[in-house]
């Protein structure tokens, strides 16, 4: 496969709706899903888990900016023939499995974030519990979903970086609530079979760690800014969980919850891919590369029509679905469009910064814009349902 390193704003504009668009509305499909559970289930967590409302953002975003990081690892390595396009490459096994740690890690100072600020001790042990076997066995699903969205498009002469990030940050809120739901009710009502899932959810984490060794290097980096990246996931907890009552009354964003910041992540994240696999083939231009500048705008004519399909499809679920009354909010599309400009000119910017500074961009960009994007994204929830309330 031949990385193309120019071309018309035009030839742009096609790339993106021919390949990165489709992959857009996949996602937010899978989203949609993700925020039926949410609303249906939003005023359990509310009410009985708010220590679980806390760590929701962190635990949807971080998951997304690991298996996105990771997905961007596998891309630039098959551009530069580090690994061949196959599943069964060792180095795809030892990715996942440190991605499957590093999933695990953050969990511990999102849990102590969140049992802090609600005060729920009580529960805490039980939401940790749930919340550790829920992350094995997301990860587990999520890192050999990466290596097959990766490896499979590369095999077919598609750039794995215009799809891979979208996709599996998408997939990760797809699994992060309904196995989180699961999980909770299988605590409520099959507690024998709770504690045996989580059981099994640590033996995969022993057995894993007899057949994979975690490159020091990469565990070092990526886990020193998920410490950063939990804290300010953290942030985004407390204010969800904070203006949980005004989500809950606006009965359309607590279902397009899930949808608003992982297609927010998902636009900073495609820029993050594309710009980090420019940088590794010498073809980064500088501070503001051209290339770049002109994906972003090709990317920001997809905008309309996402944002109209994130309200749009909010509104189908929570009227018809959920049976809650929605108030049309007018400004959505253009808030949105712009907090979208500003994600992805802050990916391209990110990873400039973080390899002047001596930072794998593969390991650190997707995480950061992702977590930002995530708390961009909730106060933006938190005022659009402040507005229909």
Excluded: C
Excluded at 148 to 157: A, Y
Excluded at 158 to 175: G, H, K, N, V, Y
Excluded at 177 to 184: R, S, W
């Amino acid at each position: 496969m031949i990385y193309r390193e120019e071309g018309t704003f035009k030839r742009y504009v096609a790339s993106a709706w021919k390949v990165t668009f489709p992959a857009l509305l996949i996602s937010l499909g899978i989203n949609f899903v993700s925020g039926t559970f949410l609303g249906k289930y939003f005023d359990k967590l509310m009410i009985s888990y708010p220590v679980l409302l806390v760590v929701l953002p962190g635990l949807m975003g971080l998951r997304g900016n690991i298996f996105g990081s990771l997905a961007s690892r596998f891309t630039t390595s098959l551009y530069i023939g580090e690994i061949r396009a196959s599943l069964r490459e060792r180095k795809v096994g030892e990715n996942i499995y440190l991605s499957m740690i590093l999933s695990v890690l953050p969990i511990f100072l999102l849990w102590i974030v969140g049992t802090l600020k609600t005060g729920h001790v009580d529960m805490a042990f039980f939401a940790l519990l749930i919340l550790l076997a829920s992350t094995v066995f997301v990860s587990l699903m999520l890192g050999y979903s990466t290596a097959i969205i990766t490896i499979v498009p590369f095999r077919r002469g598609l750039d794995p970086d215009s799809i891979a990030s979208p996709l599996i940050t998408s997939m990760a809120d797809l699994l992060t609530i309904p196995i989180l739901i699961f999980f909770i009710l299988m605590y409520e009502y099959h507690g024998f079979s709770f504690y045996t899932l989580f059981l099994l959810s640590l033996t995969v984490i022993l057995v894993m760690s007899k057949f994979y060794k975690i490159e020091t290097r990469t565990f070092f980096e990526i886990s020193g800014i998920m410490v950063i990246l939990s804290a300010i996931s953290s942030v985004s907890g407390s204010v969800l969980q904070s203006y949980s009552q005004i989500i809950h009354q606006s009965a359309i964003v607590s279902v397009i919850y899930p949808a608003l910041l992982g297609s927010l992540g998902n636009y900073g994240g495609v820029v993050a891919a594309k710009t980090s696999t420019r940088l590794h083939l010498g073809y980064f231009e500088g501070l503001i590369d051209t290339t770049v500048m002109k994906e972003i705008f090709a990317l920001v004519t997809t905008g309309i029509i996402i944002s109209g399909t994130i309200y749009g499809g909010g509104y189908i679920i929570s009227e018809k679905l959920l049976s809650r009354e929605v108030v049309f909010y007018p400004l959505f599309i253009p808030m949105y469009i712009l907090i979208m400009m500003f994600v992805m000119v802050l990916s391209a910017l990110l990873v400039h910064i973080f390899h002047r500074f001596g930072l794998d961009p593969d390991n650190v960009t997707i995480p950061a814009v992702t977590t930002i994007a995530d708390l961009i994204g909730t106060i933006f929830a938190v005022f659009i349902a402040g507005m229909m309330v």
